[in-house]
Nanobody
Framework: QVQLVESGGGSVQAGGSLRLSCAAS????????MAWFRQAPGKEREGVAT???????GYADSVKGRFTISRDNAKNTLYLQMNSLKPEDTGTYYC?????????????????WGQGTQVSVSA
């Protein structure tokens, strides 16, 4: 069965860093575009960062320059390095996999989803 399992979330003060990981199994990971989405309470889920099958990246304007998405195809693992964290980065972070993404940071493009990991940034 397909599994995406996020880890690395936690609580951090503003200005701090976290590194999220997503372990993928049950599908041919190297053939899928991957992305991180997040959702704060009372807000819509939003695309944060995406990476294609060969390492090209894209970011939401709100995280550009602070977050870095990367992948290790040999380990079937996706990462999100988050630096200079702000309280508005608080939320549940999900990794997702897409086989076809006409819109690269739209939920509808992503076929497989993890259960999420919580990130809390305090002021």
């Amino acid at each position: 069965q397909v599994q995406l399992v996020e880890s690395g979330g936690g609580s951090v003060q503003a200005g701090g860093s976290l590194r999220l990981s997503c372990a993928a199994s049950g599908f041919v990971y190297r053939l899928y575009r991957m992305a991180w989405f997040r959702q704060a309470p009372g807000k819509e889920r939003e695309g944060v960062a995406t990476i294609d099958t060969i390492g090209n990246t894209g970011y939401a304007d709100s995280v550009k320059g602070r977050f870095t998405i990367s992948r290790d195809n040999a380990k079937n693992t996706l990462y999100l390095q988050m630096n200079s964290l702000k309280p508005e980065d608080t939320g549940t972070y999900y990794c997702a996999a897409s086989g076809y993404a006409p819109c690269v940071l739209c939920q509808s493009s992503y076929r497989y989803w993890g259960q999420g990991t919580q990130v809390s940034v305090s002021a």
